[in-house]
């Protein structure tokens, strides 16, 4: 099993940024994409961003697209998110996933393994 801890979450003010984070522990195995999801209180699990394992296959949700940066550091199994020009809308509980496959997919189907979430919460 793959255990995924998010970390980094927290309240920031509408335009500022923040950075979350992901580690992987566990059994883990090489060449797996990692991405970001997140879901507010009664809405839908929604994509944020993917990354492949060698960073060469980037996806970004056009909400976010252009305030939001996905990075993977493989040495340290973590993937990060770092979030500029933060909206109101941006507050919901983040998580990380992992696919055992090498693609991205927008589709929660495709991911084998989720952490905790990690709660984002934006003011104005």
């Known amino acids: 099993q793959v255990q995924l801890v998010e970390s980094g979450g927290g309240l920031v003010q509408a335009g500022g940024s923040l950075s979350v984070s992901c580690a992987a522990s566990?059994?883990?195995?090489?060449?797996?994409?990692m991405a970001w999801f997140r879901q507010a209180p009664g809405k839908e699990r929604e994509f944020v961003a993917a990354?492949?394992?060698?960073?060469?296959?980037?996806d970004y949700a056009d909400s976010v697209k252009g305030r939001f940066t996905i990075s993977r550091d493989n040495a340290k199994n973590t993937v990060y998110l770092h979030m500029n020009s933060l909206k109101p809308e941006d507050t919901a509980v983040y998580y990380c996933?992992?696919?055992?496959?090498?693609?991205?997919?927008?589709?929660?189907?495709?991911?084998?393994?989720w952490g905790q979430g990690t709660q984002v919460t934006v003011s104005s």
């Open positions: 566990g059994r883990t195995f090489g060449r797996y994409a």
């Open positions: 996933a992992v696919s055992r496959t090498y693609g991205i997919s927008r589709s929660t189907i495709q991911y084998d393994y």
């Open positions: 990354i492949t394992w060698s960073g060469g296959g980037i």
